[in-house]
């Protein structure tokens, strides 16, 4: 198998929660189940969140496989270190519940890999992110030797049991935005350097009535 698509879910409330996350999540995996390259896992955490289970068990592909774990403190790595433990391909891909691929998103990311014979671990991208201002999607670069340039949008890696540390939270057990990806991303550093890609089709859209739209 080629790709891992590492993705928890927890469509619980919490403060600050989003709108309308069951359809993103929905959205995000049909993204997906249209992708035109394949060979691929979905690979689900579902974070003390039995809902997660009963939207995915209607798309009965074989390739979506989906762990539990109790409830973790939220921004925990262990939903996606969870997932990382089921799965099967090459490579590690990311995608969050309230974004979605476009359809060539994985092709993208496959040529390139083939095409520079991959002489890396890991590598990053580009995604598109919907500007609400202009109803449009806008190429945001990434700038890997800076935090809160990236997240797990831009990143592939190979699946070589690398897994998430448990860092950022501050020490009242505050979120700190960008800190645990950056976290992360030293820990593929420590690998080899990264190889920037040609942007595909990740799309960080945040609108819950949104239909996937090319950019």
């Not at 809902?51 to 925990?76: A, C, G, V």
């Amino acid at each position: 198998m080629r790709f891992s698509a590492i993705m928890p879910s927890y469509l619980g409330d919490y403060p600050g929660a989003a709108s309308g996350r069951p359809g993103k999540l929905m959205r995000a995996v049909e993204s997906v189940l249209s992708q035109t390259f394949t060979d691929w896992q979905l690979a689900v955490c579902a974070d003390g969140c039995p809902l997660t289970f009963e939207i995915l068990k209607r798309y009965n592909d074989p390739r979506i496989k989906i762990i539990f774990t109790d409830k973790q403190p939220l921004w925990s790595p262990a939903p996606r270190n969870a997932a990382l433990s089921i799965a099967e391909g090459e490579w590690i891909v990311y995608l969050d519940t309230d974004d979605y691929w476009r359809e060539d998103h994985l092709a993208v990311i496959n040529e390139a890999i083939e095409s520079m014979d991959m002489p890396s671990v890991w590598g990053y991208f580009n995604a598109w992110f919907y500007n609400t201002s202009v109803k449009s999607f806008v190429e945001r670069e990434v700038n890997i030797a800076k935090c809160r340039t990236y997240g797990t949008a831009n990143i592939v890696h190979r699946n070589d049991g690398t897994y998430w540390p448990d860092q950022g939270r501050d020490r009242s057990g505050r979120y700190d935005y960008g800190t645990q990806d950056c976290a992360f991303v030293e820990v593929l550093k420590k690998k080899g350097v990264g190889v920037r890609l040609p942007t595909p089709g990740y799309m960080v859209c945040h609108e819950p009535n949104l239909l996937r739209i090319d950019v």
